[in-house]
């Protein structure tokens, strides 16, 4: 799937678009996904394919902080039809030597990271980032652009959510607006000048 190893951006010019607003425009049209048609997937259907196709990475960390980073990713596993090794996913994310500390223990970019391993664990066709540089410093933002570089390197459709334009502009990649209940494809330079 050529459009699964790109490294997708999309942007909001009203805010990132939440999970409803992206479940009435999926309703609106017609939606593809290596072949298939998800905008037709209903009830459990649906929620079969989130679990075992898209992974999820959210703006705030939504980590538990009583459990160990190895805990926290192994949480998901109750609902993974068949999870990738919890300890393999966390170092391939740069955190093997941070499996047993709590996430008040983690700086942010590693959090952040830890969020990225848990969406990783059933090994998903899609993950989607909701402005997952937003509460980085530039430095740790650019190690979790080259992570995600990484991913969709290795098959996996990667697309985000970010107002950040300095991203954007260095790591271009197809770009989509979403405003007023629409969706376009931007000429990203266009658009920055």
Do not use: W
């Amino acid at each position: 799937m050529e459009e699964a190893i790109r490294l997708n951006k999309y942007l909001s010019d009203a805010g990132v678009c939440s999970r409803r607003e992206a479940d009435r425009l999926i309703e609106a049209g017609k939606v593809l996904v290596d072949g298939a048609e998800i905008s037709k997937y209903r009830g459990k259907k649906l929620i079969q394919y989130r679990r075992e196709d898209i992974g999820f990475v959210f703006q705030f960390y939504n980590l538990m902080q009583n459990l160990t980073a190895l805990e926290n990713v192994e949480l998901a596993m109750q609902i993974c039809k068949h999870p990738l090794d919890a300890s393999e996913v966390l170092a391939e994310v740069g955190l093997e030597e941070r499996m047993n500390n709590f996430p008040a223990q983690l700086s942010g970019g590693e959090q952040q990271r830890l969020v990225i391993a848990r969406a990783l664990l059933n090994d998903p066709q899609v993950l989607l980032a909701d402005e997952p540089t937003g509460n980085l410093d530039p430095v740790t933002a650019d190690g979790i652009m080259q992570l995600f570089q990484k991913i969709a390197s290795q098959g996996c459709a990667v697309v985000m959510s970010t107002h950040n334009t300095a991203l954007i502009e260095n790591y271009p990649a197809r770009a989509v607006l979403f405003s007023k209940g629409k969706i376009r494809e931007v000429d990203l330079k266009a658009e920055l000048a």
